[in-house]
């Protein structure tokens, strides 16, 4: 009895306080919400003096992407087609390009039109880099006339050279050559230039999309200028070097 006596007199002194002291109560939970350092955007009145975080800067560059490739030993996951191509009876149709997949514990390659010997000329060398934290570099080099090397002469209006860094999602576990090709394919059908940068075949200047287009075209260009600049003295020939040299089996 004295306990349901005690809690009463609790309810009671609560009801009886002054709308000030309410209101004052309410203050302080916001007062706390916001000493935490994570901010609540609903505890706002109206949320009109908070500005939302603005978008992110950061695409994944050539530079970070050669970086993770030579970091470590390339693991062989398969070769195959990427997106085969199939008959009425859906057998795979001869003929077309088939790709290599490697892997480390930062990236996937994906090399595309990978020949089975590492004796057989190739025509051009197609590169897609995926971080395994998000974003995608492409690369794509022609072969020059007598042997496949890096064109010195950078991008031209052959189209000879080009480089194209743009979002994509995550890679999560250790997919193998279908699973990655599934997410190759959903990647490819997805595409848009909403937040891209890209180098070569015509424009022998950075082009960036998306928002804050100039701010993302400064950041990637001064941490990839070398490789298009002065491809030589930049981890490219080592990158295409370890590429074409990979298992292919």
């Known amino acids: 009895m004295k306990k349901i006596l005690c809690l009463m007199l609790l309810v009671t002194s609560a009801w009886a306080q002054q709308p000030q002291d309410v209101v004052k109560g309410v203050q302080k939970i916001h007062e706390a919400s916001w000493a935490t350092g994570a901010p609540c955007w609903d505890c706002q009145a109206d949320g009109s003096n908070v500005e939302p975080p603005a978008p992110a800067l950061n695409l994944y560059t050539p530079g970070e992407a050669f970086q993770d490739i030579l970091s470590e030993p390339l693991v062989y996951v398969g070769r195959d087609y990427i997106d085969p191509v199939l008959d009425a009876n859906g057998q795979v149709t001869p003929g077309g390009n088939l790709s290599c997949i490697y892997r480390n514990s930062k990236v996937y390659v994906v090399h595309d039109g990978c020949r089975p010997s590492h004796t057989m000329n190739l025509t051009a060398l197609s590169v897609g880099i995926y971080s395994r934290n998000g974003g995608k570099v492409t690369m794509y080099q022609e072969a020059n006339v007598g042997s496949y090397n890096i064109n010195q002469a950078g991008p031209n209006s052959q189209g000879s050279w080009r480089v194209e860094s743009r979002e994509s999602n995550p890679i999560v576990g250790q997919p193998n050559f279908s699973a990655m090709a599934a997410i190759v394919r ?6 848009n230039r909403s937040h891209s940068c890209t180098i070569g075949g015509s424009s022998s200047e950075p082009k960036c999309y998306g928002p804050r287009a100039q701010e993302v075209q400064a950041q990637w260009a001064e941490e990839s200028i070398d490789i298009w ?12 070097e370890k590429i074409i040299k990979a298992p292919r089996t």
């Open 186 to 191: 959903q990647e490819d059908a997805n595409y």
């Open 229 to 240: 600049t002065t491809p030589l003295q930049s981890p490219w020939p080592q990158v295409h």
